[in-house]
């Protein structure tokens, strides 16, 4: 099978983050692998990353799609790893030269961009997944599919969070990168915690349940003085069946790193996970309570999550996995629509996400000015 080529907008340079998650994510199953970058906002700089990578690199990312329309460089598709407010313009070229994407959350910074993105990508039919990692644990995707199944019933109630400390003390003033971007409305957007892992909280009540949040009343803070965004972010939710959700995320919670999860309550059972112990899911029954844990040995799972499994019980990976999950389900409908023989692409998240997403997070903010009333999406 010839190796999907792939090519990458930001993530270059020693001191970025997720660039290097995603270039591992690609490569993880010999089956993808990044050429070509455009992966740094400073021509020079670009073409030192790329230079140090050993890919093709670009000054700029027009410059390589250009170069695919020019037909001097073949991609099959592009992975957009910059800080937020560089996600739409990208995202757009990319489409508009028909090349698929994988792109970063939160997708956009406007409701108005993302409609853009919606629009484009299901007129032109061009495969675009959104970068919800988590989505990619086998668990997260079998609790999908437990409660599509209708294994705990009617859902009544949702809890998701996501809970982190890194941001407890003005860490920006540090100059840390990844903290100066996220607090600046410039290059985050409306909400710093709710766009940035907010959004995940929001991924895992709503893709998770296959529900939709209704109406919505918020609390957001800014507990660290000084800081323009918020660093606390509080949804209570009545999603479209009537349930109550708590979704909420924070960055001042000392000692927490990434606990993200949920727990969905039904008229039949009750369903939890975390992300920090990615490989357990618990299944609770009344009388009885089922863990079920990662493992390709184990016989419990659907033809739809058993394709994405790797190794025996054991041995995980967690989350370089996650997110190789997600290029793997971006691969398997590039290679689908070409006619070649691949297992069905899991439904991970897609534009359509990424909209309800920045519908969420605008709501919330709007709730939260006006002191928590209850605001439509
Ligand atoms: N899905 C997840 O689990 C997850 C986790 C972390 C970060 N993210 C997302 O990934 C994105 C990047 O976050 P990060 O923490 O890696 O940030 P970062 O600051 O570490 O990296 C950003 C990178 O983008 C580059 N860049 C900036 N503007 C550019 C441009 N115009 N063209 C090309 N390159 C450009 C920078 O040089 C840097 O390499 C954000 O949108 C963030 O929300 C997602």
Redesign the pocket.
Known sequence: MKKLKVGM?????S?????N?HRRAISFDATREVVAG?????PE??LA?AEEWGVRGYP??QAMIEACQRGDLELDYITI????H??FE?AMACLKAGIPVLC???MTMTVAESEQLVDLCERQKTPFIL????TGHPMAMYARELIAAGEIGEIRKIESWYTQGWLADKLEDSGL??A???TDPKRAGISNCG??IGT?AFVAATWVTGLEVARLSARLNTFVQGRLLDDDFNVIAEMNNGATAMIWATQIAIGYKNDNGFRVFGTKGSLEWRQERAEKLLLRQGNHDQTYWLGANFDFWPETVASYLRVPAGHHEDFFEA?ANLHCSLERRIRGNRGESVPPPFAHPDARTGLAGMKFVGAAVESSRRQGAWTEM
């Open positions: 907008i930001g993530g270059g340079g001191g970025n983050f997720f660039g998650v455009a992966l740094r906002s400073q700089a670009a990353a700029d990312y790893v910059t800080p937020n560089q996600h990208p970063e959350k939160p970068a919800h990692t988590y990168q990844q100066d971007w996220r766009g940035d995940h997110l």
